[in-house]
């Protein structure tokens, strides 16, 4: 309930045997301060806050002293050289980072193919979207890819959010949302083609979608926090397109205003913008054929991720170790570094979407 509703506190409720030493531990080892304590000639119960944290100390008290988790700038230095403190009661108390250190882990490339007709890939994510990993192993924990889809259109479950990642982009496929960023101005409206880089800890929130809405979202690391932020309302009153966020620049890509250059033998591109507003992080660009039937070219690449998804249409893959497969639209491949491979019987209105990282592309 918010604080206007019929529930006004709400309390941990902790066992002790030694009320006296435990109020002391807490209030002195980890500053909270007495609300509460009764009665006042033998006291069996206090009520401690501190942290965003309330907590009833009832002596004699049953059931298991818990754990309590608490985020410091200095963990060190709270827990004087230890990350654990156990209580006079029994309670644990887990010291950890406020602002911990974003881990990527080392890379672990595998050849991968995804194939959007197994009917056995899509789960249920959080604010009713639905998830289908494009990359299942995740490249030892670098790398994330989904496909991401909302059946029913109009207002979406969701909230003002912001997630600790090294970086993210989303292209819309299908259908059109309405999206809202700190700092970008008013709620605008992704369509088929859109794609934005969402650098680390931008807010930004989902407001409502089309039926059948459909984007593919790229993350590094794979696992990584997706945290609310109660305080902030979206828009915000500064207008600051050009802010950097960790060092990167959000981008609204148009597919509308797009333009298309040509790229390699029997393909043009339009580029994303992602490795622009990255600093070379990431790159993403569409890739779609010519008139011509392109010629098979045998290529590989030394980067650490290189990502494909069949847009429309469809190809042959060879990579050399990794068979031959034929890939259609919704399909999805990651090629390892070193390993040669070549695109062919191209269907005439293929669209291939290109991610990579570093920036630099790899179909060139």
């Not at 881990?103 to 995804?114: L, M, N, R």
């Not at 960023?181 to 008013?186: A, I, K, N, S, V």
């Not at 050009?242 to 033998?265: E, L, N, S």
């Not at 042959?316 to 695109?343: K, S």
Request: net charge neutral; hydrophobic share 40%.
């Amino acid at each position: 309930m918010h604080a206007d509703g019929p529930v006004l506190t709400a309390e941990v409720v902790l066992p002790c045997v030694d009320l006296g030493a435990t109020l002391a531990f807490f209030c002195e080892r980890l500053r909270f301060r007495v609300d509460a304590i009764h009665p006042a000639d033998d006291p069996k119960v206090a009520v401690v806050s501190g942290h965003g944290l309330r907590i009833r100390l009832v002596r004699g008290g049953s059931g298991a002293p818990g754990v309590l988790r608490l985020a410091c700038h200095a963990p060190l230095t709270v827990g004087n050289g230890a990350r654990e403190l156990v209580a006079p009661n029994g309670t644990r108390i887990e010291l950890t980072e406020a602002s911990p250190q974003l881990v990527v882990p080392d890379a672990a490339q595998t050849f991968v193919v995804s194939r959007t007709s197994d009917p056995n890939a899509w789960i249920d994510g959080r604010a009713g979207m639905r998830y289908r990993d494009l990359i299942p192993g995740r490249q030892g924990g670098r790398f994330i890819a989904s496909h991401i889809r909302i059946e029913e259109g109009g207002p979406v479950a969701d909230y003002v959010h912001f997630h600790r990642v090294r970086v993210q982009l989303i292209y819309c496929m299908r259908g059109s949302v309405r999206v809202v960023y700190e700092d970008q101005g008013p709620p605008f409206v992704m369509s088929a083609g859109d794609c934005v880089l969402q650098p680390p800890l931008i807010r930004h929130r989902v407001l409502e979608c089309s039926p059948k809405l459909e984007v593919i979202e790229v993350t590094c690391p794979a696992e990584h926090e997706t945290l609310a932020d109660h305080d902030l309302a979206l828009p915000t009153e500064r207008l600051a397109p050009t802010r950097a966020f960790a060092g990167q620049q959000f981008v609204h890509h148009r597919a509308a205003t797009a333009v298309w250059q040509p790229a390699m033998p029997g393909f043009e591109v339009r580029d994303l913008g992602i490795g622009r507003a990255s600093a070379g992080v990431a790159g993403a660009r569409v890739l779609r054929r010519l008139a011509t039937a392109p010629t098979a070219q045998p290529r590989a690449h030394d980067g650490e991720f290189a990502f494909f998804c069949v847009l429309r249409g469809s190809l042959t893959l060879h990579a050399e170790g990794n068979g031959t497969h034929r890939l259609t639209a919704g399909d999805a491949c990651v090629v390892p570094a070193g390993v040669t491979y070549t695109l062919s019987d191209t269907a005439a209105d293929l669209e291939l979407l290109d991610v990579s990282l570093p920036a630099a592309p790899h179909l060139s």
